[in-house]
């Protein structure tokens, strides 16, 4: 069910998103004609195997509190979706190396605890299946916190959570806020996410106010959704934000109309580090991201992913998450 942990899916609908990236790993070798890398708010992006990744030191005293049976292989074993979008997770311009914003911060907390970060391949699925078994010791995928969640799982927050709403550029569609702004519309939206459970409640109140319900389409890579909206399959998009904004960044032919919180309308939403429940080690790993907090690394890893937007000001464990959706 897992794909090799070093290797990345090539997803074909990602070519669209790094089709300027390609020259990027080394501009000084490139063509005189070819395309620049991709900047994303006004900071270039190094899309090249070659990362040169912001490190951290060990910090012993929080090494010493993971536990041990976590520490004993000397490896933090971390999942992720490499068929994911930049600059969350996605694969480099070898098509191999995973790379993003998630291993980046994945890698200061592994050097913080003294381990060797280990990026296991997986669908988004299976990333919840495998860290419930204990097969991933921890993912670091943009995952909202949310209460139900929190039944199975703990969580480290390093992230605030912002959707966003995307349409094709010469859309009509002006500006999505509210429920009756989708009323039917062909959206699209990521299963098994709390974007969707937020829509299908946006959808619920539009058929109990006796509005056109929407029509929900869901594909499993985002470079699918790309072309479905480009295509008209799809008249608009609702996902993680810093992927819309890199896309529209590098792209162009698409835009924002609105954006929301991860958990609903009442809260603000946190992507967190998610842990099996009870494992003991969410405690290490928020000392750990408060820690590069505190030192600077972290910023520096959100800055060069053009995400500096989304800091938080300390990693909390299992805050209160995307309320319960009425049965």
Not at 39 to 53: K, L, Y
Not at 77 to 83: L, Q, S, W
Not at 290 to 306: A, D, F, S
């Amino acid at each position: 069910m897992r794909l090799h942990p070093r290797r990345a899916v090539a997803m074909p609908a990602l070519l669209l998103l790094l089709a300027v990236a390609s020259c990027g790993a080394e501009p000084t070798l490139a063509p005189e004609n070819a395309a620049p890398p991709p900047s994303v708010a006004g900071q270039t992006i190094n899309t090249g195997p070659e990362q040169n990744r912001v490190r951290a030191e060990k910090v012993e005293a929080l090494a010493a509190e993971v536990p041990a049976a976590i520490a004993e292989d000397g490896k933090l074993a971390v999942g992720v979706n490499g068929e994911g979008s930049p600059p969350l997770v996605f694969p480099a311009t070898d098509d191999t190396t995973l790379i993003g914003v998630e291993t980046d911060l994945a890698q200061l907390v592994a050097d913080v605890l003294g381990l060797e970060l280990e990026l296991e391949n997986s669908s988004w699925e299976n990333l919840f299946l495998a860290v419930k078994s204990g097969k991933y010791e921890a993912v670091f995928n943009n995952v909202t916190v949310t209460e139900e969640r929190k039944d199975t799982y703990d969580f480290a927050t390093y992230r605030v959570d912002q959707l966003g709403w995307q349409v094709p550029a010469a859309s009509s569609i002006k500006e999505i806020a509210k429920p009756a702004d989708i009323a039917g519309l062909r959206v699209s939206v990521g299963s098994g996410t709390n974007q969707e459970k937020i829509l299908l409640d946006w959808d619920e109140q539009n058929k109990r106010a006796g509005l056109k319900p929407a029509e929900i389409l869901y594909y499993q890579k985002y470079g699918d959704v790309l072309l479905a909206l480009k295509s008209g399959r799809v008249q608009a998009y609702f996902g993680p934000n810093p992927s819309i904004a890199y896309n529209i960044a590098v792209s162009g032919d698409s835009r924002i109309v609105g954006t929301a919180s991860g958990a609903g309308p009442d809260l603000q939403g946190l992507i967190a580090a998610m842990t099996k429940k009870g494992n003991g080690l969410a405690g290490p790993v928020s000392k750990a991201l408060n820690t590069v907090i505190k030192n600077g690394r972290y910023q520096e890893v959100l800055e060069r992913w053009g995400l500096a937007n989304e800091a938080i000001p300390e990693s909390r464990i299992n805050p209160p998450g995307l309320p319960r959706q009425d049965s």
